[in-house]
Every structure is written in structure tokens, then in C-alpha cells.
């Protein structure tokens, strides 16, 4: 099972990423992927997850109406998840992971799968 996040960078205060998510070896398609956050010297912490099965959205507070997850329509070999994150704001800066959950997400959950992370830098 691999999990790569890509689509990380610098960017300025008001502008926009898209993250990617590339899972493969595992038939995801009754998995919950999520994408989580961690900045230097905190804690990791929910950013947004969608519900493979049927597209169904959550968003932590500080990103909603700036953030979109989705993914690809086309279950193949590869099942794709995005990051739109647009808006982004210093305080956005952090290591991006993707994961994954058989089943359903609840806070707090242990995910079954994870991503090496992807680096947000947002300079003010």
C-alpha cells in the first residue's frame, strides 16, 4: 500500500496550492481518506476528509470556505484525492499528510494507512 502526496511549495499570503494524494495497493474505495496537518513544534491535527464511497465532505473549522477536498470520479489501480486550498494564510503552514480508514473517521481515529507528507509554506 503506498500513499504519495504531492503539490506542496511556497506560496504567498492569499494564494492557492492543490495537493495530491495518489493511493495505490489496496482497493480504497470503502476507505475514508483525510487529509491531516502539522506545524512546527505542534500537533497534527484534522484539516478535511472525504468518504470514497460516496464523495461526502468534512472540513475543520479553519479551512472551511478555503479549503476543498475531492476525488477522482474513476476508480482505477490509483485512486486520487486533491487539496484545493486556496485563500492560504501563514498560519496554513505545515506538513500536509494523507491517510486512510477503512470504514468511517471520527476524531481521534487510528488511520490505517499514511503518506510521507508534503510541505505548505505560506510566507506573509
Known amino acids: 500500500v503506498s500513499l504519495v502526496e504531492s503539490g506542496g511549495g511556497l506560496v504567498q499570503a492569499g494564494g492557492s496550492l492543490r495537493l495530491s494524494c495518489a493511493a495505490s495497493?489496496?482497493?480504497?474505495?470503502?476507505?475514508?481518506m483525510v487529509w491531516f496537518r502539522q506545524g512546527l513544534g505542534m500537533e497534527r491535527e484534522f484539516v478535511a476528509s472525504?468518504?470514497?464511497?460516496?464523495?461526502?465532505?468534512?472540513?475543520?473549522d479553519s479551512v472551511k470556505g478555503r479549503f476543498t477536498v475531492s476525488r477522482d470520479n474513476t476508480m482505477d489501480t490509483v485512486y486520487h484525492v486533491y487539496l484545493q486550498m486556496n485563500s492560504l494564510r501563514p498560519d496554513d503552514t505545515a506538513v500536509y499528510y494523507c491517510?486512510?480508514?477503512?470504514?468511517?473517521?471520527?476524531?481521534?481515529?487510528?488511520?490505517?494507512?499514511w503518506g510521507k507528507g508534503t510541505l505548505v509554506t505560506v510566507s506573509s
Open positions: 491517510a486512510a480508514r477503512f470504514g468511517s473517521y471520527s476524531t481521534g481515529a487510528l488511520m490505517d494507512y
Open positions: 495497493g489496496r482497493l480504497f474505495g470503502s476507505y475514508v
Open positions: 472525504i468518504r470514497m464511497s460516496d464523495s461526502s465532505t468534512s472540513y475543520d
